[in-house]
């Protein structure tokens, strides 16, 4: 069922298209480096595949601009946290994965969003998410933008830890980057 609801959201944001994939399988990596069990293992996987879940309710237009967003079009799409949260909750077996898909754009420092969220009050697995889904999004070619070159990347994990990621999944990203793992 969950990489049919992939697919669907593949063909609506094209951007999308190997993105959860990339979030998915370096949560996993980070996730093995903090000894998850292999059951939290596999729903770190489902979570990185489904964070966002919640485009699918997104206007496609406005997913797939190309110039910048009016403060309207990035309203809408910041809500799409909490509609990833509405189509996971109504299944019992994905209620844990739903929290963590509507956690995932908050932020170490509480600036995030949906609910302004600070330090260890975001559940890990959204710590994970977070540092996985910035890092896919820099080093590869967005809608709106060219990738960054890894260089560039690493600084911003670097500058960015503390404040936008948790210091201690900026760490361990880190190790696995200059290990060649993602």
């Known amino acids: 069922m969950i990489f049919s609801i992939i697919n669907i959201l593949e063909i609506h944001d094209r951007y999308t298209r190997g993105h959860s994939e990339n979030v998915a399988s370096i949560s996993v990596e980070i996730a093995k480096r903090l000894d998850f069990s292999s059951e939290d293992i596999k729903m770190v996987y489902f979570t990185g595949l489904v964070h966002d879940i919640g485009k699918i309710l997104v206007d496609k237009n406005i997913l797939n601009k190309t110039t910048r967003l009016t403060d309207e079009e990035f309203a809408e799409i910041k809500k799409h946290s909490t509609w990833g949260y509405q189509l996971l909750s109504h299944s019992k077996d994905l209620e844990e994965i739903a929290i963590y898909t509507y956690c995932h754009h908050e932020r ?7 609910q302004r969220l600070k330090g260890d ?10 540092v996985a889904d910035a890092w896919d999004s820099m080093v590869n070619d967005r809608v709106y933008r060219q990738k960054l070159s890894r260089k560039v990347a690493i600084k911003e994990l670097k500058d960015n830890k503390g404040k936008q990621f948790a210091p201690q999944i900026v760490d361990i990203a880190l190790e696995l980057i ?3 793992e993602f």
């Open 108 to 114: 170490w420092d509480g600036l995030g969003y949906p």
């Open 121 to 130: 009050k975001i559940p890990l697995v959204s710590q994970i998410i977070c």
């Open 178 to 180: 200059a290990e060649g």
